[in-house]
């Protein structure tokens, strides 16, 4: 089968398509035909090597597609089902074996693209807003990269909460969907941001920040806080932040400070089946529209990543085989 390998961690050019072995399916695992591969920024933190790997790997975390063979042990899925999982390494090939753990039935209606796609932000962006600060009707949060893939859909389920959302952006592009999205008022990152935040909440701050940007934005969110303010530091979309000395959480006014990650909020199968219900029935139902920013065929996974990472794709984007 075709495959995106990675032999050395590097930079996007390390995306190699070869011609590898078909995985063998466990006793608890699918073997699924891929239709759509969700390509995502922690694929390019296994890539570059922040998070650790053991090399050679086939890249890749989520996907959908039809089950093809089902493993020994598995009762719940059965061959030509439609799945889609968040978290089966391996995923950028034609074939993935995917722990039925893992799989979720993808709902008629949500289209491949959009299924390949759905469940690794939409499901961060549902406990961002749901668990890891839940944000009351009224407050004001602060959320970074607007009109990213996260972005776009915490956006919509904080501004459907009743939450006012301030977003950044980086381009005019950019700042119209986050508009779209519902957010309350647009900001440019920069020197000026947490002044800016503060003037739109009559100087107190936001009551949370969801920041996915890590590095270049980490000092202006956590100056953007209200008195006992919540950051919430998803990610590293900049660079990973620097250690933090705890007296600036006191000097802020009792901050708190959260790294949370998607793992520790689907810990069961009850709490993965609620969380990727809630995403993909509010797609099907068309109240969270999900946005499909660009499609590659498989073998372009480099252009893909440098698209990411060079801050041109604008919500969720795809791999498509051939
Ligand atoms: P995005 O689609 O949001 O892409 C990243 C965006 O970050 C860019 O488009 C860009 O938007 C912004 N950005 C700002 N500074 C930089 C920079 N220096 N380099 C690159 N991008 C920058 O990606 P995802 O939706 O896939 O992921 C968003 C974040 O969420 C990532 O940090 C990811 O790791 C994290 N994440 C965390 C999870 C968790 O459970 N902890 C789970 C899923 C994702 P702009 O041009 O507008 O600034």
Sequence with gaps: MRAIVVSENGGPEVLAPAEVADPLPGADDLLVATEAIGVNFIDTYFRTGLYARDLPYVAGEEGTGVVVEVGSA??????GDRVAWAAAPGSYAEKVAVPAAVAVDVPAGVAPEQAASALLQGMTAHYLIESAYPARPGETVLVHAGAGGVGLLLTQLAAAKGVKVITTV?????EALSREAGAWRVLRYGAELSRKVRELTGGEGVAAVYDG???DTFDASLESLRIRGTLVLFGAASGPVPPLDLQRLNAGGSLFVTRPTLA????????LTWRARAVFDAIAAGTLRLRVGASYPLDAAERAHRDLEGRKTTGSIVLVPQ
Excluded: N
């Design 74 to 79: 598995v009762t719940e899925f059965g061959v």
């Design 213 to 215: 940007v890590g590095k």
């Design 170 to 174: 980086s381009t005019d592009e950019k």
């Design 264 to 271: 520790h909020y689907v810990r069961d199968r009850e709490e």
